[in-house]
């Protein structure tokens, strides 16, 4: 162990460069100035200096879920602290490792409603792994040790350091390396032996199972096992919107996203079912529609790292604490076993009615009347042309739901978005982030033009900083989903979410004012071009303004309150779970 005389805030430079991070997001402010002047002369961190603390979060969040480090991101103490709130809480919800730092007042002046003084730690209790209020520097490096081993074990997730001024300015002996001091933080990773045998089991007695994948296989990196599973078994796959490309969406056994938007096949699998396989996923509301009647016929399997999910939502017949990883792993061995045994599933008369409804109802769009640009057209064939390679980082609402079902999903971690919280103005700084992650691979940000207008100020730091991601706004006006919303169930009483955004602001040159390349499109057969173009450039941000049709309808739809037997697929039409036809 070695000692050196230094301030907490070279202990923290020197802490986050020990623990490796390359990559800080963040703004100086009063309460975190101390540590900004050690950061100046670090070689081994790069501070990208963002417009809006939004942003910094954002853009953490991007960068790690691109590279699966621990993103972090940094702020001063009040206004600044708070402005981090919203994508700690979205990363809380999507499980992604994140460490915020923070400044806060002098802790002789904490609980006196200092200047720029905010409880910080309280006011995100409810949406962090864990937190800390650091106001002694010697516990500087520890903690920042702890924090980073929090985020990414176990369940990920955003964990907040908060270091008052006078810890980050006093004089002390730094100790590396350090112990960490965490008796009480012990995440279960190996599954239950006894449970998984019986998990085997039930899948092989089984006539209509499916898997049900979540977030926390990709989280996991189980892709591979999940493949193996899926074509040992035979069963059928679904995979969340967190969970887009853990299957790839060619696979023959995959059956799309369930859920609100899902595909019907998807929706059809869980909801006759007799049994759920559920790995990684957490029985969202997103997912289950009315919970009391979703998926009525089956038992359920239910694997999550996460002791807190099991059986939260959905009794678990089969609970099974552990990481996704290891617990399909095990998986295969004792379903391989039960196949040794001459157990083996018959799915051929589930998978006639599979088929059915995978072919009865693919997904699919009508194009306006007007001969306006449709927006699926659009994002289909970004998906198209830029190819599966690339990264997909989406903003929230209707233009979120279409990337989803229109772009191909080939590989794990390929599709980034707001799925837990549904944060406008997550796609632009979290595409930065992104591209800051991996740098040599495409990233398309599509946002809508309410999300995009929410923090497109980080364009700024995109051109100033050199990095060249891709923004396609689907630009048609209106708050898109609130105005389906209110087309469907409040008579068309457009209230408050016309936009007027195809006039103002002009958003080409809106970018060419942030330094950025910008281009329109307004007609079906200018996209490809407009999309290629897009790609040639290579050395500057690009936006593309594509005006489309204001009216365009995200189906299928399963309304809020209802279950997901009344999925609809047009306005008037359902499908027919019975027949399958």
């Given at each position: 162990?070695?000692?050196?005389q230094?301030?907490?805030?070279q202990?923290?430079?020197?802490?986050?460069?020990?623990?490796?991070?390359?990559?800080?997001?963040?703004?100086?402010?009063?309460?975190?100035?101390?540590?900004?002047?050690?950061?100046?002369?670090?070689?081994?961190l790069?501070?990208?200096l963002?417009?809006?603390?939004?942003?910094?979060?954002h853009?953490?969040?991007?960068?790690?879920?691109?590279?699966?480090?621990?993103?972090?991101?940094?702020?001063t103490?009040?206004?600044?602290?708070?402005?981090?709130?919203?994508?700690i809480s979205?990363?809380?919800?999507?499980?992604?490792?994140?460490?915020?730092i923070?400044?806060?007042?002098?802790?002789?002046?904490?609980?006196?409603?200092?200047?720029?003084?905010?409880?910080?730690?309280?006011?995100?209790?409810?949406i962090?792994?864990?937190?800390?209020?650091?106001?002694?520097?010697?516990?500087?490096?520890?903690?920042?040790?702890?924090?980073?081993?929090?985020?990414?074990?176990?369940?990920?997730?955003p964990?907040?350091?908060d270091i008052?001024?006078?810890?980050?300015?006093?004089?002390?002996g730094?100790?590396?390396?350090?112990?960490?001091?965490?008796?009480?933080?012990r995440?279960?990773?190996?599954?239950?032996?006894?449970?998984?045998?019986?998990a085997?089991?039930?899948?092989?007695?089984?006539?209509?199972?499916?898997?049900?994948?979540?977030g926390?296989?990709?989280?996991?990196?189980?892709?591979?096992?999940?493949?193996?599973?899926?074509?040992?078994?035979?069963?059928p796959?679904?995979?969340?919107?967190?969970?887009?490309?853990?299957?790839?969406?060619?696979?023959?056994?995959?059956?799309?996203?369930?859920?609100?938007?899902?595909?019907?096949?998807?929706?059809?699998?869980?909801?006759?079912a007799d049994?759920?396989?559920?790995?990684?996923?957490?029985?969202?509301?997103?997912?289950?529609?009315?919970?009391?009647?979703?998926?009525?016929?089956?038992?359920?399997?239910?694997?999550?790292?996460?002791?807190?999910?099991?059986?939260?939502?959905?009794?678990?017949?089969?609970?099974?604490?552990?990481?996704?990883?290891?617990?399909?792993?095990?998986?295969?061995?004792?379903?391989?076993?039960?196949?040794?045994?001459g157990?083996?599933?018959?799915?051929a008369?589930?998978?006639?009615?599979?088929?059915?409804?995978?072919?009865?109802?693919?997904?699919?769009?009508?194009?306006p009347?007007?001969?306006?640009?449709?927006?699926?057209?659009?994002?289909?064939?970004?998906?198209?042309?830029v190819?599966?390679?690339?990264?997909?980082?989406?903003?929230v609402?209707?233009?979120?739901?279409?990337?989803?079902?229109?772009?191909?999903?080939?590989?794990?971690?390929?599709?980034?978005?707001?799925?837990?919280?549904?944060?406008?103005?997550y796609a632009?700084?979290?595409?930065?982030?992104a591209?800051?992650?991996?740098?040599?691979?495409?990233?398309?940000?599509?946002?809508?033009?309410?999300?995009?207008?929410?923090?497109?100020?980080e364009?700024?730091?995109?051109?100033i900083?050199?990095?060249p991601?891709?923004?396609a706004?689907?630009?048609?006006?209106?708050?898109?989903?609130?105005?389906?919303w209110?087309?469907?169930?409040?008579?068309?009483?457009?209230?408050?979410?016309?936009l007027?955004?195809?006039?103002?602001?002009?958003?080409?040159?809106?970018?060419?004012a942030?330094?950025?390349v910008?281009l329109?499109?307004?007609?079906?057969?200018?996209?490809?071009?407009?999309i290629?173009?897009?790609?040639?450039?290579?050395?500057?941000?690009v936006?593309?303004?594509?005006?489309?049709?204001?009216?365009?309808?995200?189906?299928?739809m399963?309304?809020a309150?209802?279950?997901?037997?009344?999925?609809?697929?047009?306005?008037?039409l359902?499908?027919?779970?019975?027949?399958?036809?």
């Amino acid at each position: 162990m070695t000692t050196e005389q230094m301030t907490g805030a070279q202990a923290l430079v020197r802490a986050l460069e020990n623990v490796g991070v390359d990559t800080v997001f963040g703004i100086p402010g009063g309460a975190i100035l101390p540590a900004y002047d050690p950061l100046f002369d670090s070689k081994k961190l790069r501070h990208i200096l963002v417009r809006h603390e939004q942003g910094a979060g954002h853009a953490a969040q991007g960068y790690a879920m691109v590279t699966g480090k621990v993103g972090v991101c940094m702020a001063t103490s009040g206004p600044g602290a708070t402005n981090l709130v919203t994508p700690i809480s979205d990363a809380y919800m999507d499980s992604v490792p994140m460490v915020a730092i923070t400044g806060q007042v002098p802790s002789a002046s904490i609980g006196t409603d200092a200047f720029q003084e905010a409880d910080i730690a309280g006011i995100t209790m409810p949406i962090t792994k864990h937190n800390f209020l650091v106001t002694r520097a010697e516990d500087i490096g520890r903690t920042i040790v702890e924090a980073f081993h929090i985020a990414s074990t176990g369940r990920p997730g955003p964990v907040l350091v908060d270091i008052s001024k006078d810890a980050l300015q006093a004089t002390f002996g730094f100790e590396w390396p350090v112990q960490m001091q965490l008796p009480g933080y012990r995440p279960v990773t190996r599954p239950h032996s006894k449970q998984v045998r019986e998990a085997a089991r039930l899948i092989v007695e089984a006539e209509r199972p499916v898997l049900y994948v979540g977030g926390g296989v990709i989280k996991a990196g189980a892709s591979a096992e999940l493949k193996v599973l899926a074509e040992l078994t035979g069963a059928p796959v679904v995979t969340t919107l967190m969970a887009k490309g853990a299957l790839p969406d060619s696979h023959p056994l995959h059956m799309g996203m369930p859920g609100m938007h899902g595909s019907v096949g998807a929706v059809g699998a869980l909801q006759k079912a007799d049994l759920l396989v559920t790995l990684g996923a957490r029985f969202d509301d997103r997912v289950t529609g009315k919970l009391d009647g979703f998926a009525p016929f089956a038992k359920v399997v239910h694997a999550d790292i996460d002791p807190a999910e099991i059986s939260k939502n959905r009794h678990a017949d089969v609970p099974i604490v552990g990481d996704a990883r290891e617990v399909i792993a095990d998986l295969i061995v004792a379903v391989q076993n039960e196949h040794e045994n001459g157990h083996k599933g018959d799915y051929a008369d589930w998978w006639r009615q599979l088929n059915a409804w995978r072919d009865t109802y693919p997904l699919g769009y009508d194009k306006p009347d007007d001969g306006s640009l449709s927006p699926q057209h659009v994002i289909e064939r970004i998906g198209q042309l830029v190819g599966p390679e690339a990264y997909y980082v989406a903003g929230v609402g209707q233009h979120q739901m279409w990337a989803a079902q229109f772009i191909k999903y080939e590989r794990p971690g390929a599709f980034l978005n707001s799925g837990g919280a549904g944060t406008m103005g997550y796609a632009v700084p979290a595409a930065m982030g992104a591209k800051v992650g991996a740098p040599d691979t495409q990233v398309w940000a599509i946002d809508g033009d309410g999300c995009f207008q929410m923090t497109n100020q980080e364009l700024a730091t995109c051109a100033i900083e050199g990095i060249p991601v891709k923004i396609a706004v689907i630009n048609n006006g209106n708050l898109g989903m609130v105005r389906q919303w209110q087309t469907l169930f409040y008579n068309e009483r457009y209230s408050n979410t016309n936009l007027h955004s195809k006039r103002i602001p002009d958003f080409v040159k809106l970018a060419e004012a942030y330094g950025c390349v910008g281009l329109r499109c307004d007609r079906a057969e200018d996209v490809d071009a407009t999309i290629a173009k897009a790609m040639e450039i290579n050395d500057a941000p690009v936006v593309i303004d594509f005006v489309v049709h204001q009216d365009a309808m995200v189906w299928p739809m399963v309304a809020a309150g209802t279950t997901n037997d009344d999925i609809k697929i047009a306005r008037d039409l359902a499908p027919d779970f019975e027949n399958g036809d």
